[in-house]
């Protein structure tokens, strides 16, 4: 079975502009959730969702967005690009939302963002 | 507040000897799930062990072990018999059912396994 899959695996952007990011989780789950992960840190959580809903959101600003497709596929929207943006962004796809234990996260090799 | 504690930048263990990661939590929810993953260089992250808050046993998967201390709050992972692929960033997380349905991570430990 195919694992987590983000793309594209390396993107260059300049100062302002937009990106949009994408993420097929795994066949059968429905939770998608995305996590900024900067060099030398561990991830930090970005949004959660769970059938095309907003289940949680990390402390992020606006420019940043998603959402999730009736496939389960999700975009994550990031607008006016700042250097700190530059990150590795990481797509983890669950098969419970997060309201029960059990529910691990299983995450794709990650989209690596650099801003210039 | 930061909820997850890794106190141990870096770790160095000898190939076929055991090394326990530390890893201390912090949280005020009785239902909460903590989990092990793995990051080599490559930057995958590699689910390795979980462990509930009211599973009475330690979890253990392979050569992976959890030895969970509920009331000391800390979820050590445990590898055996090290293997030189075992070199790589090592990030305890925690995930709380009733919080926003994050999941977050420690800063992580650099084990370094030498022949």
């Known amino acids: 079975d195919a694992g987590v899959t983000q793309s594209p695996t390396h993107l260059i952007k300049t100062r302002g502009q937009h990106v949009t990011l994408r993420c097929s989780p795994i066949?059968?789950?429905?939770?998608v959730s995305w996590y900024q992960q900067v060099l030398g840190q561990g991830p930090q959580f970005i949004f959660q969702?769970?059938?095309?809903?907003?289940?949680g959101r990390g402390n992020f600003p606006d420019r940043f967005s998603a959402r999730q497709f009736p496939n389960y596929s999700s975009e994550l929207n990031v607008n006016a690009l700042l250097l700190g943006d530059s990150a590795l962004y990481l797509c983890?796809?669950?098969?419970?939302?997060?309201?029960?234990?059990?529910?691990?996260?299983?995450f794709g090799d990650g989209t690596r963002l650099s801003i210039l | 507040a930061q909820k997850i504690t890794q106190t141990q930048p870096g770790m160095f263990v000898q190939e076929k000897e055991a090394v326990t990661l530390d890893c201390t939590y912090d949280?005020?929810?009785?239902?909460?799930?903590l989990f092990w993953y793995k990051q080599p260089s490559s930057g995958e992250m590699i689910f390795l062990i979980y462990?509930?808050?009211?599973?009475?046993q330690n979890a253990t998967e392979g050569r992976y072990s959890l030895n969970f201390q509920k009331a000391r709050k800390s979820a050590n992972l445990v590898i055996s018999a090290s293997q030189l692929g075992d070199s790589a960033m090592y990030f305890c997380?925690?995930?709380?059912?009733?919080?926003?349905?994050?999941?977050?991570f420690g800063a992580g430990t650099r084990l370094t396994v030498k022949p």
């Open positions: 983890a796809s669950s098969s419970l939302p997060g309201q029960g234990e059990g529910w691990p996260q299983h």
């Open positions: 066949s059968g789950h429905k939770s």
């Open positions: 969702y769970y059938e095309k809903e907003e289940r």
């Open positions: 949280t005020s929810d009785q239902s909460y799930g």
């Open positions: 462990q509930g808050s009211y599973d009475e």
């Open positions: 997380a925690m995930r709380e059912v009733y919080n926003n349905n994050d999941m977050r």
